[in-house]
């Protein structure tokens, strides 16, 4: 089967390891034991990473080390020893989603590749523009993208390109969920994802999950991927058994070679009432959500023993070329692989003289290398061949490739320097915070806004605010920019420059390209959750920026960077950020006011609003820290005002300017306890 399309699997753990090696993976991507997006994964130490690293590398294999969280200030002295560990295992890249972890990886193993994560949020051309500019090698790419979307990006942009093809689909835009931290306490953005999303939340009340998607399978769209220019299809699934990831495999493999592939089998190793690829197909409606049922269940467990079958015998794919050498009656077996790598075996007899030529039939011995990963490609003979037994010729071969194998499997660390980790202080301020305003629409803006520093507007609202305010305001870009957006924000970015705005809020790594050279903000999208990041930010030109909203207080001190930092102080947090809507489970788009309710299983309504080709899930209790917002350790405060209509934005102005208590249901958010 003749491909160029790199299959990458999962390797929660060994098992899963082998499982992908031994069905035809091209790659695996797995995690250590810390700062892995799937921490309740088996995951790998220091020693079983060495392992894991040899095992691929002597099948001719790559293995992508996820280190895909974002740090605390107080975790960066183990996030500098995980990154050592990846060098120094050899693996061929690392993937990230903090920019801390670049920036150390940079000072303590420059050589070694970075593949930004999809938790980066890298959904557009821009985006893949800025990590290529940072000296990122790869990047994985939202999976909310059509597949007009991922031939736009790998066609105009010099990265290399992975599109998730395969597994669990999140409902929101990876790295933009807070939904299972500000619920449970429990971080996506850190690994921990309680998985809400696949609780009940109905759109119409009757118990339905409505942010639970199906699996996806793009099985059938491999070529059309590989031809529009992506090097990698990845298959979701850390957390899933070495069956799932085989069955996965083969029929990737089987795609790709033109082959005809179990579909039925592939849905029931694993599904969620079926699969869809709604994203890349751009048939997001209804088709797209699914629950897992007791019928899935219960195929899953009668399909095991067949997909085992997948995986219980090697993979022939390392070609390696056999050489006998005969003078007199001295016999040695020569094994050599593509790199030039060689083994020489010394037959244990001598050799005697053969009645007819023995050609064929050693040839046949030396070609049975089933049970091993090698495949027998040529047979040479130097001088003429003479006679030994069968089993001396089997022992020879094994001997050799075994040796062959433990050479195959020796790793080469990338260089490591020494690094002293920089030191930072707390951040103190000289006052309360001041505070400023995020609105949704200006409309929203009070005539009274003396107690505001200054406000901040998506740029779609631009044309409204009057020359006198827009010293004063500063525009936000769009934390997802899907389809043609990011050309029309482009335009809006140029239109403005010169109007009297104070800056951009960048939301997202794409803004840095996008609105290069222009003063901007940083938005809590960014996911800003440690010094080294915050400082990376501030080099690449932020004037403030919003810290991540999962932060305790004493996180948030400890982040001093040499600009200005904000935390929000009021706000219905944005929950999720979606592309596929939970409210075409109701109805269409034409019969939609682009507003909705999603009831949980305790009878809260989270509402759900529309709008520049997203949804957002607002949490229905307001974070409010109008009467404490001199215990945080930060400069500014920032009301992030969204649903509210204008009165109960005047009465939330009210009770900051007094300092006063909130009268209803509220959260602190994770201020106090922070998350796990």
């Known amino acids: 089967m003749s491909k160029t399309l790199e299959i990458l699997a999962p390797a929660g753990d060994a098992e899963s390891l082998k499982a992908a090696a031994f069905s035809g993976a091209d790659a695996v991507y797995l995690g250590l034991k810390q700062f892995s997006a799937r921490r309740t994964a088996g995951n790998f130490d220091e020693e079983e990473l060495r392992w894991a690293v040899g095992f691929c590398h002597a099948r001719d294999m790559k293995v992508y080390v996820a280190v895909n969280t974002t740090a605390h200030g107080q975790e960066l002295e183990a996030l500098a020893q995980s990154i050592r560990i990846v060098a120094q295992s050899g693996a061929d890249a690392m993937i990230i989603q903090d920019l801390a972890v670049a920036a150390l990886a940079r000072q303590i ?167 869809t690829n709604g994203y890349l197909e751009n048939r997001m409606d209804s088709t797209m959500f699914g629950v897992r049922t007791q019928a899935d269940s219960q195929a899953s467990k009668a399909a095991m023993p067949l997909v085992r079958e997948l995986y219980r015998r090697e993979m022939q794919r390392v070609p390696v070329t056999f050489t006998v050498t005969t003078e007199g009656t001295d016999c040695r077996l020569t094994v050599q692989d593509a790199q030039g790598r060689q083994i020489v075996v010394q037959a244990g007899q001598p050799v005697e003289q053969a009645q007819k030529d023995p050609s064929e039939g050693i040839r046949r011995s030396l070609e049975k290398t089933g049970g091993t990963p090698f495949l027998c490609q040529n047979v040479v003979f130097e001088g003429q061949p003479g006679y030994l037994p069968g089993a001396q010729w089997n022992e020879m071969r094994r001997s050799a490739l075994e040796r062959l194998l433990d050479l195959r499997q020796q790793v080469t660390p990338w260089p490591c320097q020494e690094v002293a980790l920089p030191k930072f202080g707390q951040h103190s301020t000289s006052s309360q915070p001041t505070l400023w305003a995020r609105f949704e629409e200006w409309e929203q803006v009070p005539q009274d806004h003396s107690l505001l520093a200054g406000i901040i507007l998506p740029i779609f609202q631009w044309h409204k605010v009057p020359q006198s305010m827009r010293g004063k305001t500063v525009l936000e870009l769009p934390r997802a920019m899907f389809g043609a957006l990011e050309s029309a924000v482009k335009t809006m970015v140029e239109q403005t420059r010169n109007e009297g705005f104070l800056g951009y809020l960048a939301q997202n790594i794409a803004h840095f390209s996008l609105a290069k050279g222009l003063p901007l903000y940083g938005g809590f999208g960014l996911n800003i959750s440690n010094p080294v990041a915050a400082e990376s930010y501030q080099q690449m030109g932020l004037k403030a920026m919003i810290l991540l909203p999962e932060l305790s207080v004493t996180e948030i001190g400890q982040i001093a960077p040499q600009c200005p930092t904000w935390v929000l102080a009021y706000g219905h947090m944005p929950l999720m950020m979606t592309r596929a809507c939970p409210l075409k489970n109701i109805r269409d788009c034409d019969r939609c006011d682009r507003s909705g309710l999603l009831t949980d299983r305790k009878n809260k309504q989270f509402p759900v609003r529309c709008a520049a080709g997203v949804r957002q899930v607002y949490n229905p209790v307001p974070l409010y820290m109008g009467d404490r917002m001199g215990e945080i350790p930060a400069d500014a405060g920032l009301l992030y005002f969204s649903i509210e209509e204008p009165e109960e934005i005047r009465q939330v102005l009210e009770r900051f300017a007094k300092k006063a208590s909130w009268p209803g249901e509220f959260t602190r958010g994770l201020y106090y306890k922070g998350v796990q």
């Not at 949020?121 to 985006?127: A, D, K, N, R, T």
């Not at 309680?194 to 059938?220: E, I, Q, T, W």
Request: aromatic share 6%.
């Open 109 to 275: 193993a420059p050589q070694l590749p970075l593949h930004g994560s999809t938790q980066m949020s890298v959904h557009s051309l821009e985006g893949a523009k800025a990590l290529w500019d940072m000296g990122f090698s790869r990047v994985v790419l939202a999976r909310e993208l059509t597949l007009d979307e991922v031939r736009h990006i790998a066609q105009n942009c010099p990265i290399e390109v992975e599109v998730f093809v395969h597994g669990a689909l999140c409902m929101s835009v990876s790295g933009q969920c807070y939904m299972s931290a500000f619920l449970g306490g429990r971080s996506g953005n850190r690994g921990g994802c309680a998985g809400p999303c696949r609780l009940p939340f109905a759109a119409d009340a009757s118990g339905a999950s409505h942010l639970s998607l199906k699996d996806l399978s793009a099985v059938d769209s491999l070529p059309a991927l590989e031809q529009a220019g992506v090097v990698s299809a990845k298959i979701e699934g850390r957390l899933r058994g070495p069956e799932y990831v085989a069955g996965a495999v083969d029929a990737c493999r089987r795609s790709l070679g033109g082959q005809e592939y179990d579909v039925q089998m592939l849905q029931d190793v694993f599904s969620r009432s079926g699969f």
